[in-house]
């Protein structure tokens, strides 16, 4: 049983008064075995990184592989047949269960591009033009069938609320190069169907330490609440009450020793830098006109281009891992011109994102990631009107580009249909291996003392990192 609170610091407070140095050290130890936070982090990345930085373009809702990434002529050929029995019996199926199960063929053209031959639907042209710059893996596969756990699954490698996501982790494990920003920054916007919510646990340090955990920057008006000063109060009066808020702070600090008032410290410290960088941040009146045209960006609209663009300025200040959300990928229904929709919204900023970064120089060691929690069913959901497609777990597609990624190839398959992988499956857990293994940090590795074991975002299943998709 952890022993109560009180009763650790008043032994605390005894042995620092005492003259046995030994006792504050074995202090230190029963602060941690009871299940306290461990202050210290890792030194840095256990081997030479190819990354250092990660965009994570979130398409939230769920993209229809079979509308984007993955080519399925034989599902075509048997739009509105019968899903074989053989397979889907025994499946998890989210809304489609007990309904009659129809094959529901891709809705688009495909085309293949470039000199890898890589496959894109009609509706991405413009990241059509990435395909030999880009690995495609079309063989993920998820543990979750229900946005939120899937949302929570994949980005902290469990279903469980309260646990670190993968933008906590990396920042606990290599730290910040970002003096005057968060290390950590989330991104969101809406549009093309249904706008599933996002939690905000999706980026929280869980039982990290909160200075790991994201901050959320609004897309539209000031990016961080609070960011100017109150009237009456200028930069040196809020330094100076700043400063005098971090010395009790400190003084706190080296009673009880609580990573939490070290936080406190930096956060606050890091609080009125912003005050700073942030408004110099978002004001992009020195973008070239030619450069907002490349991502269709106006600055201020709360838009996915303008937040495309925000991200790479992000990166250029050191900030270490930037998720940007779209709210615009879940339908059930009328998939054909919800695709149509989100394309149009999505389609140019991501591949301006991945150019911009490649003109700068940027690319090679900023690793950017497009993809969702999962994909959708071959078979059709709905009666009537323009159908849709149901989540599914079985095989989706993600992109990746940049920062160590072999460009220009496809890794994985799913079987003719669409439904199951049927080659060189990737698990979560794999890819999240393969993210932090590009960063320089081996998964297996990082860990963090919580309730006497030693946790780590792969968790304790079996986690390979994917290494045919490693240049």
């Not at 202090?27 to 461990?38: F, I, R, Y």
């Not at 794999?430 to 998964?443: C, P, Q």
């Amino acid at each position: 049983m952890q022993p109560h609170l009180s009763t650790l610091l008043n032994r605390r407070t005894f042995l620092q008064g005492s003259a046995v140095g030994i006792g504050s050290l074995a202090l230190a130890e029963q602060l941690k075995a009871a299940g306290g936070a461990q202050i210290a982090a890792p030194a840095g990345p256990h081997f030479t990184p190819k990354a250092k930085s990660v965009i994570f373009l979130c398409m939230a809702g769920g993209p229809s592989h079979l509308e984007t990434l993955d080519y399925k002529p034989e599902l075509a050929k048997r739009h509105g047949q019968p899903m074989p029995e053989s397979i889907t019996a025994g499946q998890p199926i989210a809304q489609l269960q007990g309904a009659v199960l129809r094959c529901f063929g891709p809705q688009f053209g495909f085309k293949q591009y470039g000199q890898s031959g890589q496959y894109f639907a009609d509706p991405f042209p413009h990241m059509a033009k990435l395909a030999d710059q880009i690995a495609v893996v079309r063989s993920m596969t998820t543990e979750q069938i229900n946005h939120d756990p899937a949302h929570t699954f994949m980005n902290c490698g469990t279903q469980l609320s309260g646990r670190p996501c993968m933008g906590s982790w990396v920042l606990y494990g290599l730290g910040s190069a970002a003096k005057n920003l968060p290390g950590f920054v989330v991104l969101t916007s809406v549009g093309g169907g249904q706008s599933q919510p996002i939690a905000s646990r999706q980026w929280h340090s869980g039982y990290l330490p909160s200075r790991h955990q994201g901050v959320h920057f609004h897309s539209k008006g000031d990016p961080v609440l609070y960011i100017n000063n109150p009237p009456g109060v200028d930069r040196a009066q809020q330094l100076s009450v700043i400063e005098a808020t971090n010395k009790l702070n400190r003084l706190r600090n080296t009673a009880v020793e609580d990573p939490e008032i070290a936080t406190a410290v930096s956060q606050f410290e890091l609080a009125f830098k912003m005050q700073a960088s942030v408004p110099e941040l978002v004001d992009m009146s020195d973008e070239p006109q030619h450069t907002l045209d490349m991502y269709g960006a106006k600055p201020g609209d709360g838009s996915f281009a303008s937040n495309c663009l925000l991200a790479r300025r992000l990166v250029e200040r050191g900030v270490r891992f930037i998720q940007l959300y779209h709210r615009g990928w879940d339908h059930h229904g009328a998939v054909k011109s919800g695709v149509e929709t989100v394309s149009k919204l999505v389609d140019k900023p991501s591949w301006a994102l991945v150019e911009d970064l490649r003109q700068r120089g940027m690319l090679d060691d900023t690793l950017v990631i497009w993809g969702g929690e999962f994909g959708r069913t071959p078979m059709s959901q709905g009666d009537q009107g323009e159908l849709g497609r149901d989540h599914h777990i079985k095989g989706f597609s993600l992109w990746m580009a940049g920062g160590g990624i072999r460009p220009g190839v496809t890794h994985g398959a799913t079987d003719e249909f669409g439904y199951n992988v049927a080659e060189d499956k990737v698990t979560v857990h794999d890819f999240h291996a393969t993210l932090l293994h590009l960063l320089g940090i081996d998964h297996e590795r990082l860990t963090y003392k919580f309730q006497g074991l030693d946790m780590r975002l792969t968790g304790v299943e079996p986690a390979s990192v994917v290494r045919p998709l490693l240049a």
